[in-house]
Structures are given as structure tokens and as C-alpha cells.
DNA sequence: GGAATAGTGTCTATTAGACACTATTTG
DNA sequence: CAAATAGTGTCTAATAGACACTATTCC
């Protein structure tokens, strides 16, 4: 600021992506396999340097999920998460990433149109138990990722974004179960999504026939995205 | 990610603060008024860029809230915002600002040590409403960041930053009402804060002497950050 | 005592959690 | 019918908001 010809220093921007998604009834992350030289060999979540300096930054998280998930944008729910840029995060220089946190549907288990040498969805439970290490700070950003859908679910409508268009209370509720990790009474959960003003609104289809049991009545997201009153967790904050 | 040579493009990255106290019971915010070309004149967030490749985000907002505000980052509450990187929001090219949240206590009046032309609390609601145009998508920062205060003191003891080290219940009543630009009932109010588990400790000091009434107790932060049950707003979101 | 602000108690409508029960399907 | 899952109702303890009251200071 002093200097008349000072320039700041140029940094290289990153986009990294945390796609969680159900399976098996537990919230699963996508991660890739590195194929080149910083943490070669380790899993890393999804991302990739900024294409051209007109690129938007949330133009760039919607290209890498296309390329690296072989997800259409469009479909599912993507927000910034956070900016992640010690100094001395990538041993290649300065380089700067931004994390958005993206929520998809199940999804048929061979991710198309990967362009990573191999991806695949692994359990947010092992991860954060070290069981599968993660390149760069990247378990940081799958930290915070969790946290924020695990309180943002009480409050607004993200949990709708794990299940497909139409969707039954009960598989509402898994979600819940599957993000906090802790289970819900489905008397209380029942009144309580319907108190939400605005979460559901009837589905026209008529409902799935199971193997066995009642038919649960389909739903389809409302119009609401914070709602109320919030859906809370009954332990408190470990 | 195709081609061999290909390189990542470099950006210029800048770090904004968006620095909240209470003055005259109202939400304010630091601004200054911009001496160089790009929306010369108005006003606008204190910040700048990234001094060299090797200091960290943190880092430089710390040293943004130094030299522009003559704040020290040890004493205050300071936490990342977010990423504002559109490729058009800055006409000298592609900068992209990680933007910062701080909260202060009430200061004297002149901001000592102030790089910038010219540097003045405004309230955030004159802002909000258009009264002060902002340079580049500084109102978006601002609107966000105060969107961020109104939620967080629910539920952690954020409002705490607000005041000084040592404070009583009916300042910090006044933080919330600035805050949620809403009237909280005292007795209420009371009984809600007294409830949070470890979110006011007792000071030991003797109580201040107002100039009328019955002198309130002191008190300072206790141990929580996050709070339990949380101090919520009686009334729904806008 | 009167004015002003701090702090406590109480009453009531609403809510959250626990859990019994009824409903609808398949075999 | 039994088995399995969906959906409703009810009881009770805790809570939130409204507001009356008591306490402590200065004049």
C-alpha cells in the first residue's frame, strides 16, 4: 500500500467439491483417487484449478461436478462452504481453495463421465474417524461440510435435497437419521414435518408399492427453504 | 486439465472486512472512503490485497483490521464470511476478496492508526437501504454478514463480542435488539440468558454507578461459545 | 417519598418428547 | 389371520411469552 509500483502477489485459485449423497441408510461423500503428484495415491474430494480467469467461481464448482461427477448442476443443491488458503496447504505454491458443498439424490452406483482416475462414494463416518486419509486440508473442508448440512437440516429445507422428486416421509426421515447420526421417533418426525410450513407438498403419483407393509404416501419439496417451526434435534451438541 | 502445458490462470486476491459494533444502540459498520481509481470517492469496506504469497488468510485480515482500523485481531471476534469472486465485480481484472466478519465493542470515537482517506461508522440499516452506495458488491458482504450476526447470536455467544470485557444483562439485551432490530422484554430476557449454560460468568468487579437506578451486576463471557438452550427471536424471520 | 432502572416470580398457552393405538398393505 | 410398515392420537412435563411485583439506587 505504500510502494508505488507494488503489485499483489497472484495466487492460484482451486475449487473443491463435497457431494454427499444417501447410501445404505449413512451420509457418504464422493471421493476421488490422485493420479499426479502432491498426495499422489491418496483419496481427495473432487476439484480443480479455475479454467480461465472470466470463469465465475460457481460456474467453475458446476463444470467440476460435471466433469468429475458426471452430475448435472442444475438438479441439485450447491452452496459456497468456505474459503480454505494457509500458505502452506499445497506444497506447489500458493494455491487457494474455494469449497462448496453440494447434496444429490441416491444416485445408480457408476458414476458416469468420471474424469478421475477413480471415484467413489466412502462413508463420512470413516473418514472422520481417520480410517481413510484425505489429501491436503481436505479433511477439514469435509468437516465443516457435515457440520453445516447437520445444522442446516433443523432449519431449512437441504434435507429434501438428498431424496429424489418424490419422496415418502419415512425416507425424509432417514435422512435426518443418516445426517445427525442419531435416530428419530417417526410419530414425533411425522408431526413435525407436517407443522413445517411450506417443507411438503402432496405428490400427484400414486404412492410405491413395497414388499411388504402400508404404502407411505409420496411428497414433493414445498415451496419453503427455511422452515417453521425448525425440525431440532432432540440430544443437544456433542 | 487436458492439455500438458496448461497452466491455471492467477488471480488477485483481497481480504474485505465487514466490522460490526454498536453505537447509539444501532447496528454500525466500518467504512472508508475510497482515495484510488475504481469507485473513487465512495464507500466502501476496509480491506486490500494480499501482501505476498506467503501470508495467510487470517493473517491479512488481521493485518486489514490493523492498519485500516487501528484494531487489535487478539481482543476482538473475527471469523471468514465468504468468497465474492464474479469475474465482473472488480474492473481492473480478476480479483477475487474473502471477505471477513468482526465484532467490536464500542470504541472511542476516532479510529487511530487509519490508513484509508477517511473512515466512519455508518449504521447498517442507512446502508441496507440504499442510502450509502457501497463500491463493487460490498452491500452483498454486508447484507450476508449481518444476516450472520442476526442468526448466530440465537445460538452462540457471539452477542458477548459486542460488549466490552466486563458488561450487564440489560447491555447485552441492547446488543440483541440492535442486532435483531427488534425490542426484547427484560424480564424475559433474563430469565433466557441466566438459563444458557456457561454463557455469562460473574465478575468480580463492584457494580458501576448509573447516574439514576439501581446499579446492575457485572458480568463477563463465560466458557460456552455455543449456547444451550439457545436465545431465540420471538418473532418469525422476515 | 418519587423516579428510574434492576431483578424475581407467576400464570397460561403452547410445545416437545414418550408412547399406545389404528390403518393399510402383502402373503 | 399374521407380519410389516404408515399414520394418528393422547398424555405429561417443560417451555415461551405476557406481565405483576419487589429491590436498590439517587434525588
Redesign the interface.
Known amino acids: 500500500?505504500n510502494a508505488e509500483q507494488w503489485q499483489?502477489?497472484?495466487?492460484?485459485?482451486?475449487v473443491d467439491l463435497l457431494i454427499l449423497t444417501l447410501r445404505d441408510s449413512r451420509l457418504q461423500a464422493l471421493l476421488v483417487e490422485r493420479g499426479v503428484d502432491p498426495f499422489i495415491g491418496r483419496m481427495a474430494l473432487p476439484g480443480?484449478?479455475?479454467?480461465?480467469?472470466?470463469?465465475?467461481?460457481g460456474a467453475a464448482a458446476e463444470r467440476e461436478l460435471r466433469?468429475e461427477a458426471g452430475l448435472d448442476a442444475g438438479a441439485l443443491h450447491l452452496e459456497?462452504l468456505?474459503?480454505y488458503?494457509?500458505?502452506d496447504r499445497d506444497p506447489r505454491?500458493?494455491v487457494?481453495s474455494?469449497a462448496y458443498l453440494a447434496i444429490t439424490p441416491r444416485l445408480p452406483d457408476p458414476i458416469a463421465g468420471s474424469?478421475a482416475a477413480e471415484a467413489r462414494w466412502c462413508s463420512v463416518d470413516e473418514i472422520a474417524r481417520g480410517d481413510i486419509p484425505l489429501a491436503f486440508d481436505h479433511a477439514d473442508i469435509l468437516a465443516d461440510g457435515v457440520d453445516r448440512a447437520r445444522s442446516k437440516i433443523e432449519s431449512t429445507a437441504l434435507a429434501t435435497a438428498f431424496c429424489g422428486d418424490e419422496f415418502t416421509i419415512p425416507e425424509l426421515q432417514q435422512v435426518y437419521e443418516a445426517v445427525w447420526g442419531a435416530p428419530v421417533d417417526p410419530r414425533n418426525f411425522y408431526r413435525k414435518v407436517k407443522a413445517a410450513a411450506g417443507l411438503l407438498a402432496p405428490a400427484d403419483t400414486s404412492p410405491r408399492k413395497p414388499e411388504t407393509g402400508r404404502p407411505a404416501r409420496l411428497y414433493r419439496a414445498g415451496p419453503a427453504t427455511?422452515i417453521?417451526p425448525p425440525i431440532l434435534r432432540s440430544v443437544?451438541?456433542a
Chains 1, 2 share one sequence.
Not at 499483489?8 to 482451486?14: I, K
Not at 480443480?48 to 467461481?57: M, P, S, T, V
Open positions: 500500500m499483489p502477489p497472484p495466487v492460484l485459485l482451486a480443480g484449478f479455475l479454467r480461465d480467469a472470466g470463469e465465475g467461481l466433469e459456497q468456505g474459503v488458503g494457509e500458505p505454491g500458493r487457494v474455494v474424469d427455511v417453521h443437544a451438541l
